[in-house]
């Protein structure tokens, strides 16, 4: 029994170190402008032998799982191809989450703004969440793809609510309905309204535990002491892990809810 234990205990160690990122960034590698400066040598934090203790412990490796690239800091290049000469795309913002599609050499590969796009290895960790239907992960792929987007209030919807499709639809431009709108058409057929007030009448009403798929609608400062549908004013996609995949005021993002918008929410909607 004791030899079996320390043979297990080696090997959750080991498993762990496989997703854990590395502490040391060498010369050459990519960051942005965020305190980080190329062509010098740069300390991360430390990548623990253990998932980070700010994290859920159901971020831990699971059989059936979806693996998404962490930020460990702030202002790292987000790249079109996997090298320093290639053009910056755009910057990470620490702990948020990007699609992980695959690796070239010292880079993660993902989607940013509609394209391919990659990520120095060294200023990542990876994350793990359950894996959902595959109509729920079809939505969450399609979403993944617009990270960095720019919010634009009142964008153009892609549909009128019925599928109709509308001239002057971008994806180069969002709101938090539009793109939540969007995502669940291209990746699920599946008919959203225009606005949060009309979406959140949509789907079954939660009752229990969020899942991933559910879409959270949340209130806003300037509709918290409105009545009704008329207090909603914001909808995100719930990824699970404290996680949501939305935009709100700068750019499409996955980051986690944080206590300020936890207490403006207001319910959830299930598709699936």
Known sequence: MKRNSKWL????????MTFAGCATVPTG?????GGITEGEET????APLN??????????????HVTYIKMAS?????RSGAGTGFNSLGVAEKNTLYSLEGTVGNWYKTYYKGMEAYIYKDYCLLVEFEQSSDEVESVINYGTRFMGVKYVYGATRYHNGKGVLLSGFSEKAFDCSSLMQYIFKKGADVNLQVTTRTQVVQGQTVVGALRRG????FT????????????IGHVALYLGNNYILHTASDYAKIELISATRWGYYIQSQRFF
């Not at 205990?9 to 762990?16: F, G, H, N, T, V």
Request: overall charge negative.
């Open 29 to 33: 590698g990519d960051a942005g402008d």
């Open 51 to 64: 998932p980070p203790e700010d994290l859920p412990e159901n971020e831990q490796p699971l059989i059936n």
């Open 9 to 16: 205990c080696a090997l959750a160690i080991l498993s762990a």
């Open 43 to 46: 300390v991360l934090p430390d």
């Open 74 to 78: 702030d202002g790292v290049n987000i």
């Open 220 to 231: 806003n400062s300037s509709r918290k002491n409105n009545t009704g549908v008329e207090r």
């Open 214 to 217: 559910d879409l959270m609608f």
